[in-house]
């Protein structure tokens, strides 16, 4: 996640929050009170469905999120136009968790709150797609620590790992091969892996 982030007060007024997402260069904004507690997020996309209703002749007639009060945008506030409650994560989740949120939700970014729901930082797309540019022999080293060095213990297990392009194969011999599918769920959790193989033999037991 991205920890320095530019927030608002549900009182900060409709042009501080444009002049915000051009200045930050982003879509949306987390709206907070007290000492930092998410109570809604404020998107471009939020801002022009306001306009579309204050501006429209038949406004009564199309969809809206909240009730709608027409007034000028100069009088508006983040109060007025966020979309609340705030789709949050908390900052221990998964990246595959952030994932399933946004697509569900059909948002690009969200907030990341702390155990006392206070905000901690927010996720986007990109920040998720940065874990892909991770360099293969990173990757590898993470798997034969993490993964290879608790599973496959020499020397009743020989296993090597190389990584291309982010999809991990691990060849050798191992001695129990009921570790392979745990194996194989660890390695898909480690960040930038895109996919795992295996071409193991069973090594037996030694005499």
Do not use: N
């Not at 927030?7 to 879509?27: H, N, T």
């Amino acid at each position: 996640m991205t920890h320095t982030v530019a927030a608002v007060g549900p009182r900060a007024p409709f042009k501080e929050i444009v002049q915000l997402l051009q200045d930050w260069r982003v879509s949306a904004l987390p709206v907070i009170e007290g000492e930092g507690r998410v109570v809604g997020v404020v998107s471009e996309a939020d801002l022009l469905h306001k306009e579309e209703l204050r501006d429209s002749p038949d406004a009564d007639c199309l969809p809206r999120r909240q009730p709608v009060t027409m007034t000028k945008a100069g009088d508006l506030t983040a109060a007025d136009v966020m979309s609340s409650p705030a789709i949050t994560i908390r900052a221990c989740a998964t990246l595959a968790e952030a994932a399933r949120i946004m697509a569900r939700e059909g948002v690009k970014r969200l907030p990341v709150v702390d155990d006392a729901g206070l905000l901690a930082g927010v996720v986007s797309r990109v920040d998720l797609l940065k874990v892909f540019l991770r360099g293969d022999e990173e990757i590898a080293e993470e798997v034969r620590r993490e993964v290879v060095s608790y599973l496959f213990l020499p020397p009743s297990s020989a296993v090597q790992v190389d990584v291309h392009d982010g999809v991990v194969t691990l060849t050798g011999r191992i001695r129990d091969p009921a570790l392979v599918p745990a194996a194989a769920r660890l390695i898909r959790a480690v960040e930038g892996v895109v996919d795992v193989e295996f071409d193991l033999s069973h090594a037996g037991t030694p005499r």
